[in-house]
């Protein structure tokens, strides 16, 4: 199974970009679907993006065209470059890892997920 650490998180002004870091071990980030999930305060975690081996990406509404997804195989870390960030985008950040065996049906549900990392804070101040 896969062992995934965040880093990254902080406080940040609204309007402005921060960059999350997912570095995994026990597996490789090609080889596995690698996801971003978030919880808001008194909120259910939400799906927020996920890259699969091929490279191919998707991302929640809430952050389509602000937020980017990417990888570096290499040093085996996922990355969420997220810009213009709102308020609302205050959150623990999740990591979350799962298998790839091509079916990406369930790709935006957190329960498909066996490896998580144990999350980093998020604060957009307005």
């Known amino acids: 199974q896969v062992q995934l650490v965040e880093s990254g998180g902080g406080l940040v002004q609204a309007g402005g970009s921060h960059n999350l870091s997912c570095a995994a071990s026990g597996g490789t980030v090609s080889r596995n679907v690698m996801a971003w999930f978030r919880q808001a305060p008194g909120q259910e975690r939400e799906f927020v993006s996920a890259i699969v081996y091929r490279g191919r990406t998707t991302y929640a509404d809430s952050v389509k065209g602000r937020f980017t997804i990417s990888r570096d195989s290499a040093k085996n870390i996922v990355y969420l470059q997220m810009n213009s960030l709102q308020p609302e985008d205050t959150a623990v950040y999740y990591c979350?890892?799962?298998?790839?065996?091509?079916?990406?049906?369930?790709?935006?549900?957190?329960?498909?997920?066996?490896?998580w990392g144990q999350g980093t804070q998020v604060t957009v101040a307005s």
């Open positions: 979350a890892a799962k298998r790839d065996d091509g079916n990406y049906y369930y790709i935006r549900t957190q329960y498909r997920y066996r490896s």
